[in-house]
């Protein structure tokens, strides 16, 4: 499966954005999706993902500021981000690894097979 995040820009603190992530190939239905952020000197961090079978988790940091959501028929997967922060600027990416249904929804940037090129969310105070 090859991903494509898109939908970042420039925003200011308390305001939204929309991240959405294009996957190509077959059977994407089948993967575990999730959104990942870097900000400048730090590592890569995972901020929300969700199951092929819909469940989600989200980091702390996110959690009733973000949602995520997958369109299968589309093969999309959307990060709506509200009140954004500051802190909440970096490069987003996401990753897809194929799961079974009864396996749980990885949460590590180290269990992502495939990645996808990163969208900038700049946040101005």
């Known amino acids: 499966v090859q991903l494509q995040a898109s939908g970042g820009g420039l925003v200011q603190a308390g305001g939204s954005l929309r991240l959405s992530c294009a996957a190509s190939?077959?059977?994407?239905?089948?993967?575990?999706i999730g959104w990942f952020r870097q900000a400048p000197g730090k590592g890569r961090e995972v901020v929300a993902a969700?199951?092929?079978?819909?469940?989600?988790y989200y980091a702390d940091s996110v959690k009733g500021r973000f949602t995520i959501s997958r369109d299968n028929a589309k093969k999309m997967v959307y990060l709506q981000m509200n009140s954004l922060k500051p802190e909440d600027a970096a490069v987003y990416s996401c990753?897809?690894?194929?799961?079974?249904?009864?396996?749980?929804?990885?949460?590590?940037?180290?269990?992502?097979?495939?990645w996808g090129q990163g969208t900038q969310v700049t946040v101005s105070s």
């Open positions: 190939g077959h059977s994407f239905s089948r993967y575990a």
């Open positions: 990753a897809a690894k194929d799961v079974i249904v009864t396996a749980p929804l990885p949460t590590r940037v180290d269990e992502y097979v495939y």
């Open positions: 969700i199951h092929r079978g819909g469940g989600t």
